[in-house]
């Protein structure tokens, strides 16, 4: 949303800081491939719904992969509806779902932390466009400017809790 993502602010005197208006939106759909780290978008300016992810679905079976694709999603209501479902059998796709409360667990996320804060947090875009430049260029530049960044966050370790030892009080 074009709004303001204040990061760390603190002064002694009040200071008034320039802020959009936050009517707009600009949606962005994306899914991470989990090795190569490439990224595929799908935007808009109105809402994600089941016809989004479909045209995501159709993006991923068009990279033409030889490998089986397994695509992770939460549990939003379009994204469990019968048009969502039908699609990907059609498409030999997998939908993984996690479940609620754990998006820790998508690598995706990891990801839009990391766009909220290169983009977002403590930066003022006084037009719409300019704000969705700069998110759509972040994104563009995962594999390019921002791969060493991303390295780390975009890894395969999971925090694991298996042999956790829990101590009694």
């Known amino acids: ?33 989990a090795i190569t780290k490439d990224v595929v978008t799908v935007t808009n300016e109105t809402y994600i719904n089941a016809e989004s992810i479909c045209e995501m679905l159709l993006k991923l079976a068009a990279l ?17 509806c019968r048009v969502v479902f039908d699609l990907a059998e059609t498409l030999n796709i997998e939908c993984l779902y996690l479940p609620s409360y754990s998006p820790h667990l998508n690598l995706i996320e990891r990801l839009w932390k990391f ?14 466009d300019d704000f969705k430049t700069a998110i759509s260029t ?23 809790f298996k042999n956790v030892q829990i101590l009694g009080v």
């Open 64 to 80: 033409g992969l030889d490998v089986p694709i397994t695509v992770v999603l939460d549990n939003a209501r379009y994204q469990k």
């Open 1 to 33: 949303m074009h709004r303001a993502y204040l990061g760390f602010f603190w002064c002694f005197e009040r200071v008034f800081i320039a802020s959009p208006s936050g009517r707009k939106r600009f949606n962005v759909l994306g899914a991470v491939n």
């Open 138 to 160: 972040c994104l563009e530049q995962t594999n390019t400017t921002h791969k060493k960044s991303l390295e780390t966050l975009l890894s395969l370790r999971f925090q694991s």
């Open 115 to 128: 766009v909220r804060n290169e983009c977002l947090y403590s930066k003022y875009y006084s037009h719409f």
